[in-house]
């Protein structure tokens, strides 16, 4: 079997499963273990969805998921699984431990609120950020336009820079975040971070570079990051003052993005040759 880099996308079945088979399938975003109770399918077309059933958790969260997020249960996979449920434990664990300039006069902790926001309420991405992920999933889909590959400024460079304009406050849990980030950005690209049109590109110019996805894409594929962080993190195991830290620094990076939008996010993105746009519409 060929090795798959971590960062790839799960390999794709090339057979169909059946009830009872053990495999891996999405649920908000993150792989997890499951087994097939149902699948839905109209002869002589292959399924198009399963009911599955996620091992080690209640039938109460048994779901309906998509034939295209339901992979084999392998090697290779369960590393990506892994991968991107390590990025997603280091971004919970990042506000475990207070930065530097915060241990002094700690304030004792609040009591409980039960009017605390939700996990989507405590990221707040700015309107205009907003407005432009709107407006750039019209520019993918529907004009079949793409960006150029390797990025100027990559997601690493973005980062760095973001942490740069920061260093003054010795602000550890900015550093944190910010690996955090990258880790995730890594490992989550291929699975829910690409428009459908763009997954070529992605096979073709990045699945067999020796660069990872935060080195090849840029701020635009991390905006788009930003948007599903809320949601990734909501049903994790975490404590609601860590991730109010994790939602304050990525806040922050939201609003440095839109500071920088005209020297950061491309105005215009390449039209895709005819050639690509017939090859993406038939993968």
Known sequence: MTK??????????????????VVLAFHNNLLYEATILQVESVPPHRPHAYLVHFQGW???WDERVSSD???????????I?????????????????????????????????????????????????????????????????LVRLPRTPTVQDVLHKWVASRRQSADKATREVAEGLQI??????????????????????????????????GPEHLLRLLLKLPFILEDGPIEKEKLQVIAEKA?????????????????EYDPAPAAYVQAATKA
């Open 4 to 21: 798959v880099p971590d960062h790839d996308r799960p390999v794709p079945s090339e057979t169909d499963f059946e009830v009872r088979d």
């Open 184 to 217: 995730y950005f890594d490992a989550s690209l291929p699975m829910i971070l690409l428009y459908r049109f763009e997954r070529l590109q992605y096979r073709t110019q990045v699945e067999n570079s020796d660069r990872p996805p935060s080195a090849m894409y």
């Open 69 to 79: 997020m339901v992979f084999e249960h392998n090697e290779d996979n369960l590393r």
């Open 58 to 60: 209640t039938k109460s």
């Open 81 to 145: 699984a892994h991968r991107l449920l390590d990025g997603a434990n280091r971004m919970r664990q990042q506000a475990a431990q207070p930065a530097e300039n915060e241990r002094d006069n700690k304030p004792p902790p609040e009591k409980p609120n039960n009017n605390t926001p939700s996990t989507p309420e405590l990221f707040q991405l700015p309107p205009a950020l907003q407005r432009q992920l709107v407006d750039e999933w019209d520019t993918v889909t529907r004009e079949s336009r």
């Open 251 to 267: 806040n922050e990076l939201g609003k440095y993005l839109q500071k920088h939008g005209k020297a950061l996010f491309l105005s």
